[in-house]
């Protein structure tokens, strides 16, 4: 039956107005690029000049100096041993792991995974700080063995720097050992080849790319790293170039500035050398991502090898990641370090000292809360326009935007905090805004830092999300905010979420930018722990990392929980 | 009315569409015929309003919607639009999906929007699934999905509904249904459905008027009828009618195949753009097939494919390879035998009540 409603009533005609938003465009695109220019690159430009400039004019008076010094070709080789040593363990581990998680039959490969996840987002000076227990003179190991390896050395600083590290390498190339299809290895053996032979002339080669990318990153994570060689190196006299810059910007020499900015082009120059190894690498390796991730697993080992390969999996996961945190936690309720673990000797003192007695551990828990939030808020909106942007119209464009925002990431936090006392010192030659010595430089430079990641996690929520569900609204109507508030954002939601809350815990730890940039009365949590451990107060700087520690594996698991709820109640999966 | 001067669209150096001019009616239901790649969802988005022509102009009653430097957006045009992939919000329920229309389209009668769940479930009513308003889109089968989609663009009655192969992710049988159930929601709303297809058959059965598309241009605009019996291009003849293309010269009305100079045949319905290209296109259902002694061109059988209602024969004529549909009731031949071909005379006009 055909009611009178649906035969054809007179339609409503709205007057239609034509948008001025082609203009507009243009106009936004041109603040947009204004805006990436002066908050990305321009820093990076100051830096490099001041490089050059002595008292005015273009000179190469300060690579002079520096660069004849044996002290700074000592440090360039630490820096190249300890970083090439950490790459090459921290390979080796994770391409071993991604190998088994990708194709052995084994258990608990969720939990497995999930413990692989946390030195990602456990800042890995606390991570150092958990192992100088686990291996110090109260730890476990000085007791039942009654010696531990010297964590104060170049070997110790190798492996710390591998183990937090190796995660990158895993993540890189879990996928491509999955993605690589099964049937050229059956092709291989029906051919006659032994199963090394296979893994030697078939596996490996395919899987190069993503080995090659994933180290690279690696590689640039450690030459990055500062908080293991500050909290290991400094006390052992070994420096590396990103903690020697440091030292050269706390010691106020007469030209510390210049030399350090020396130094740092030195450090930039090889990250951006690896920066553009690896993208040269992961173009060549696009290939690959085209096929589909084979998540079956394709070894399947008799019942008594494959336990003996979890056991080795769980200790290897337990030791490293679990065992020196609650050792940590555990030594942060000694009165005073170097007394033995016993019952006597336990009590809340230092969490007493460091929560309530001094007011600088308050004040840095209110500075790191108050500008994680707000970088959080400004990169989650800006970093998602971003990420709309490039999701909307991928081109030459967008990718540039891209491209440039991620260098202040790539670059040595060290080098990017430098970048910002340059370039925010006085913006415009002659005017000051206060903002070097205040807390605003270090919203700034988080902001700056942390930016490309809230835009890559828009941008994965994003593409998720098939382009019709957006001109299905559009369609129906929907104008700019209902669309987003209706549409887009319930849909994308969980990924803002993920991206955001990874800024969220990178600002609120960070310690290489703040270790430069913070001043009396501006100090953050990483600062903090850092002046207590430098000061030789252990069971302060314990105590409040244990309590980090907590705060964050809190956090991770309500994200995680939450994500879960979400699709399960508003995304109705299944 | 939706008017089309000379549109172009270029994505870079590569050219979707090349000055297509278009005019579709109110209430005339039209179908954009073409392989992938032929430019027919460009111009459905250009139709939306999803982007701006390279060049040229788009008009909808009479005023001018879309230009090199002008574009008024989706969200303010007089449209519903049907998505290939459903495009349904996995968070909204059946209800949430036509309702969403309701409250936000400016073309919304304020009466629906003051009771707006009559409105729903008389809608939901016309798609069939007046009995699922409170179920999410994962709870639905592919069929129901279709309905929602569907229900969502007409929803607010739009004056055009654009429809971008709403039937390609069903199966066989659903499509079928589909068919009857949108030319059902055409009568009754009365819309401008520009419906994009590269389905012939969909074309053919729906649509007043069907537009055949090629490497962005148009082929051929007409009736659905004169699109298949008289085709004016070889590709229009080939991709809808599937003819064989038969090459030989026109002469005073007859026909002499290159290959068999001493043949030749009637007019069967040629248009006057492929004679003077020295085509005759015959659709395979327009031979007769005789055996070795009958008259016409000689061929062999190479393939032969029983269909339940005819049987496909590929018989091969001279280096060249022609479709052939034949009757179930005619002689039966099989792969190898040698057989004559002949075209039948003009058909007789249909007649129309």
Not at chain 1, 54 to 80: C, D, M, P
Not at chain 1, 95 to 121: C, D, E, N, S
Not at chain 1, 494 to 505: H, M, S, T
Request: glycine letters at 8%; hydrophobic letters at 45%.
């Amino acid at each position: 039956m055909i009611s009178e409603q649906s035969v054809a009533p007179e339609r409503k005609r709205g007057k239609l107005f034509f948008s001025p938003f082609l203009h507009l465009k243009k106009l936004y695109a041109f603040i947009g690029l204004l805006l990436v220019l002066l908050f990305f690159v321009v820093p990076v430009f100051r830096l490099g000049l001041l490089s050059v400039l002595a008292e005015g004019s273009f000179s190469l008076a300060h690579y002079r100096e520096v660069l004849q010094e044996a002290a700074t070709w000592t440090t360039v080789k630490n820096t190249i041993y300890i970083t090439i040593g950490s790459t090459v363990l921290a390979i080796v581990l994770g391409v071993t792991i991604a190998w088994v998680m990708a194709y052995v039959h084994i258990r608990g490969k969720r939990w497995i995974q999930l413990f692989i996840f946390l030195p990602f987002i456990i800042p890995s000076y606390i991570t150092t700080l958990a192992w100088i227990q686990f291996l110090g003179k109260s730890g476990p190991i000085q007791s039942v063995v009654g010696w531990a390896p010297n964590l104060y050395s170049m070997g110790g600083i190798i492996f710390l720097l591998g183990l937090s590290h190796y995660p990158l390498v895993y993540l890189f190339t879990v996928d491509v050992f999955r993605k690589i299809p099964r049937e050229l290895e059956e092709a291989a053996k029906t051919a006659g080849a032994g199963r090394k032979h296979i893994l030697l002339k078939i596996v490996l080669p395919l899987a190069l790319p993503g080995i090659a990318g994933g180290g690279l990153l690696a590689f640039l994570t450690n030459l990055d790293n500062f908080g293991i060689p500050a909290f290991l190196g400094i006390p052992a006299n070994i420096r590396v170039l990103s903690t020697y810059i440091y030292e050269q910007i706390v010691g106020f020499g007469p030209s510390a500035f210049a030399r350090a900015a020396v130094l740092s082009v030195l450090l930039g120059v090889i990250a951006l050398f690896g920066t553009f190894l690896q993208w040269l690498l992961l173009k060549k390796s696009r290939v690959t991502e085209t096929v589909t991730r084979d998540m079956e697993p394709r070894l399947f080992l008799p019942e008594k090898k494959r336990r003996l390969l979890e056991a080795v999996i769980w200790l290897f996961l337990l030791v490293t990641s679990l065992v020196p945190f609650l050792t940590m936690g555990a030594l942060s309720l000694i009165k005073a370090y170097g007394l033995p673990f016993e019952i006597e000797n336990l009590s809340f003192k230092n969490y007493q000292y460091v929560f309530l007695t001094d007011d600088k551990t308050g004040s840095a828990l209110w500075n790191s809360l108050m500008l994680a939030v707000m970088t959080t808020v400004i990169c989650l909106i800006a970093g998602t326009v971003m990420a709309y942007i490039r999701y909307r119209k991928p081109g030459f464009f967008s990718k540039m935007m891209e491209v440039l925002v991620t260098i202040p990431y790539a670059l040595p936090g060290t080098v990017l905090a430098l970048c910002m006392i340059f370039a925010w010192m006085q913006p415009v030659p002659g005017w000051n805004p206060g903002l070097y010595g205040t807390v605003w430089i270090l919203l700034i430079a988080y902001v700056t830092r942390f930016f490309v990641l809230q835009v890559r996690g828009s941008y994965t929520a994003l593409l998720q999300v098939d382009p019709s569900m957006e001109e299905a609204a559009r369609t129906s109507g929907a104008h700019g905010w209902v669309k987003w508030r209706s549409i887009l954002l319930p849909l994308i939601f969980p990924g803002l979420i993920g991206g955001a809350l990874l800024v969220f815990l990178m600002v609120l730890t960070e310690l290489t930018v703040s270790s430069l940039l913070w001043s009396s009365g501006a100090e953050t949590i990483g600062v903090v722990i850092f002046s207590y451990e430098q000061a030789g107060y252990t069971t302060y700087s314990t105590a409040f990392a244990s309590v980090l520690v907590l705060a964050i594996l809190t956090g991770g698991l309500l994200f995680t929980a939450f994500s879960r709820r979400w699709e399960r109640k508003v995304m109705k999966k299944k | 009315m939706i008017q089309l001067h000379d549109v172009s669209k270029q994505y870079g150096s590569f050219t979707a569409l090349h000055s297509v001019n278009l005019t579709m009616k109110h209430g005339e239901f039209t179908a954009i015929l073409g392989p992938s790649g032929c430019g027919k969802t460009t111009l459905l988005k250009l139709l939306a309003g999803f982007m701006e022509p390279t060049s040229g102009e788009i008009q909808m009653d009479g005023s001018l919607v879309a230009s090199k430097h002008q574009l008024i957006p989706p969200e303010k045009r007089n449209i519903g639009m049907v998505f290939q992939s459903f495009a349904l919000w996995p968070h909204m329920t059946v209800y949430d999906h036509i309702v969403f229309p309701l409250r936000h389209h400016r073309h919304t009668q304020d009466e629906w929007k003051k009771d707006m769940v009559a409105r729903v479930q008389h809608v939901l009513k016309m798609v069939g699934l007046d009995q699922l308003f409170d179920r999410y889109p994962s709870e639905l089968s592919g069929g129901q999905k279709q309905r929602v989609a569907l229900a969502r663009a007409i929803a607010p009655l739009p004056d055009i509904l654009l429809m971008d192969e709403p039937l390609s992710a069903l199966d066989v049988e659903l499509r079928m249904d589909m068919r009857t159930e949108i030319q059902r929601i055409h009568r009754e709303t009365k819309a401008c459905i520009v419906y994009v297809t590269h389905d012939q058959g969909e074309a053919l059965a729906m649509a007043d008027k069907i537009v055949v598309m090629n490497k962005g241009k148009i082929e051929q605009i007409g009736s659905p009828e004169d699109i298949y019996t008289k085709p004016e291009t070889a590709f229009v003849a080939s991709f809808v009618g599937k003819c064989n293309m038969v090459k030989g010269k026109w002469e005073e009305g007859r026909f002499t195949p290159r290959a068999f100079p001493w043949e030749t045949w009637p007019d069967i319905g040629v248009a006057e753009s492929l004679k003077q290209e020295g085509f005759c296109p015959v659709r395979p259902e327009q031979w007769a097939m005789a055996d070795e002694s009958g008259e016409g061109l000689k061929g062999t059988v190479l393939s032969v494919q029983y269909q339940g209602k005819e049987v496909h024969y590929v018989i091969e004529v001279e280096e060249e390879k022609w479709t052939v549909h034949q009757s179930i009731f005619s002689r039966r031949y099989q792969a190898g035998d040698t057989v004559s071909l002949a075209v039948k005379a003009a058909e007789q006009q249909p007649v129309f009540v």
